[in-house]
Nanobody, 116 residues
Framework: QVQLAESGGGMVQAGGSLRLSCTTS????????MAWYRQPPGKQREVVAV???????SYVDSVKGRFTISRDSTKNTIYLQMNSLKPEDTAVYYC??????????WGQGTQVTVSS
């Protein structure tokens, strides 16, 4: 069974940066479109960024120009570089397949807290 492990979260001040990593136990990240999701306190989980198997990327409007998603298929790892962080970016961040039918069991996520 594929397992996902997110890391790299932490507490930063507004304007700071963090780099999140997501490692997978299987080859899911090399063959499928992958995404980073986030769940702010008291809100539903939302897609933040997507990277396809060919490397094409897309972002939700609120993070465009600040976040960069990438993948290293040789390491089965997905990254999310987050710059110019804002308090509204505070959330638990998860990675998983980008398409609903391809989702696997969610990992524990990594907490990102941005203070003003």
């Amino acid at each position: 069974q594929v397992q996902l492990a997110e890391s790299g979260g932490g507490m930063v001040q507004a304007g700071g940066s963090l780099r999140l990593s997501c490692t997978t136990s299987g080859s899911i990240s090399s063959t499928k479109a992958m995404a980073w999701y986030r769940q702010p306190p008291g809100k539903q989980r939302e897609v933040v960024a997507v990277v396809t198997s060919s490397g094409s990327t897309s972002y939700v409007d609120s993070v465009k120009g600040r976040f960069t998603i990438s993948r290293d298929s040789t390491k089965n790892t997905i990254y999310l570089q987050m710059n110019s962080l804002k308090p509204e970016d505070t959330a638990v961040y998860y990675c998983n397949a980008a398409l609903p039918f391809a989702l696997v069991r969610w990992g524990q996520g990594t907490q990102v807290t941005v203070s003003s």
